[in-house]
């Protein structure tokens, strides 16, 4: 494992719930977050360690190099993650 398995990542209640796939990974402000990409969440989410994350789907302990300010996406678990530098509004 490439991360500290024990590294807090804040996951959506789809990913928490394994009901879908870790598809968007963030990276900003020092944070990580593992998102199913929808936008329809019944909750805040959970702040669970990486190592539960990467024992589920081991393509996300590829991006333990992903700089701060940069995201990772992919319209499926069976695609590549896509690296792209982070545009939010503050």
Known sequence: MKFKSNLGVFVCNHVFENSRPGLLVIHEDGEWQCLCGMDDHSDYGHFVGIGHLIERDTSVDNLYDLPDGWEAERS?????????????DD
């Open 76 to 88: 499926s678990v069976n695609c590549n993650l896509l690296r792209t530098k982070t545009e939010y």
